[in-house]
């Protein structure tokens, strides 16, 4: 098959013909059709979460079902599917916890760049390929364990699927799993991308009576309010702080969800939440970074700090939802599709990514 390797950090992804083998027990094999170029990605691709070289890239995406291992019940061939960056295996600790993004059998995959009994699907036995979050779809197929599919009915575009699969859900469900903003609240996103956008809009959907979106680009104003931001504040000129107090009678908003990951961003919604407000932390900050607090104001204030992992939720139930939403025609996903580019073009949306482009890239291929 067609993908882009990557074999060494801070390069460009290599486009070559790479080996792929059957799926085995619980496992599928699904034609990609639509990825999403997601930061995640990029950071991988940079070396600040340092994954096992060389790799396959790319998390966020849909496809066909080609073809099924043993003891898959789930799909079947032909089926239109979601993939999920967070397959789970419904027995460990966190799993009967119900937190399923949080499996022990799916972290220790990741960590490895394998999939579930530590093989690899990808290269050769000389020159082996690792897998990237038990999913690798820069590629033109990927074997992917049988709970990370999730089917979709085909009527839903691939594209919008493919999003649904990272983006959407991650800030669809920091709002409604974890912040669980009700209608009439205030509240704040910070770091208005892929994930910000649905961030705003889920909290729009939700009823928010004033929704806030923050970011150093004024440029993304117009996308925010287009979403559903009734306010827009820049934090590199603006006190945002103080704004936020203005706007919300005083108090400061119910909730803040921070995209970005930077800690000058997570203190700024710990100290600009009101009292007893939730701060829904879903940015990824790099490693080695911390966040200064005022410790004293812990108890008195009962302000929470939540770490959110794709949304907070069980991610299949959440794709239900939000294309529900979508279907019924109160969810806009048509729009956070950008443009669409052949795996030839990676890296060249990799260069607009970093250059801040608001719509979603996704890589396509032929069917």
């Keep these: 098959m067609k993908a882009a390797v990557l074999y060494t950090f801070n390069e460009d992804l290599v486009i070559e013909d790479v080996p792929i083998a059957d799926p085995g027990d619980r496992e599928v094999l699904v034609r990609i059709i639509a990825t999403g170029v997601c930061h995640s990605d990029l950071s991988a691709a940079k070396g600040k979460s340092r994954p096992k070289l060389p790799i396959i890239l790319g998390h966020e995406a849909a496809g066909i079902v080609e073809s099924t291992g043993s003891a898959v019940s789930k799909v079947q061939k032909g089926d239109h599917v979601i993939l999920s960056w967070a397959p789970n295996c419904g027995e460990c600790f966190y799993c009967h916890k119900r937190l399923p ?3 022990d059998t799916y972290g ?9 009994n530590g093989a690899r699907r990808l290269g050769s036995a000389e020159k082996p390929v690792n897998h990237f979050t038990c999913v690798s ?6 074997v992917v364990p049988e709970s990370g599919c999730s089917k979709i009915e ?3 575009p691939f594209e919008v699927a493919a999003l649904v699969g990272c983006a959407v859900t991650t800030g669809f469900g920091a709002v409604v799993n974890d912040a669980r903003v009700e209608a009439g609240e205030v509240v704040g996103v910070i770091g208005v991308g892929g994930v910000g956008i649905n961030a705003i809009h889920a909290a729009s959907v939700a009823g928010a009576e004033a929704v806030v979106a923050i970011d150093i680009n004024p440029e993304k104003e117009a996308v925010a309010r287009s979403f559903g931001a009734t306010h827009f504040l820049n934090s590199a000129t603006q006190d945002v ?3 936020l107090k203005a706007l919300s009678r005083g108090r400061g908003p119910d909730s803040i969800i921070d995209c970005t990951g930077r800690p000058a961003a997570i203190a700024l919604a710990y100290n600009s939440v009101r009292l007893g407000g939730s701060v829904i932390s879903v940015g990824i900050a790099a490693k080695g970074e911390m966040v200064s607090l005022p ?3 812990l108890p008195n204030t009962q302000k929470r700090i939540i770490g959110s992992n794709y949304g907070g939720g069980v991610p299949e139930r959440d794709f239900e939802r939000i294309l529900g939403l979508y279907r019924a025609g109160r969810y806009d996903l048509d729009r956070q599709v950008g443009e669409r580019v052949p795996i030839e073009q ?10 801040g482009v608001l719509a979603r890239t996704l890589v396509c291929f032929d069917r």
Excluded at 108 to 116: E, F, K, M, R
Excluded at 346 to 355: K, P, V, Y
């Design 108 to 116: 220790d995959a990741a960590g490895g760049g394998t999939l579930w």
């Design 346 to 355: 990676i890296n060249e949306a990799f260069r607009w990514l970093e250059q």
């Design 295 to 297: 410790a004293s104001t």
């Design 241 to 243: 702080a103080a704004e």
């Design 137 to 142: 779809s820069f590629a033109e197929l990927a």
């Design 154 to 156: 085909k009527d839903i």
């Design 101 to 103: 993004t949080m499996c």
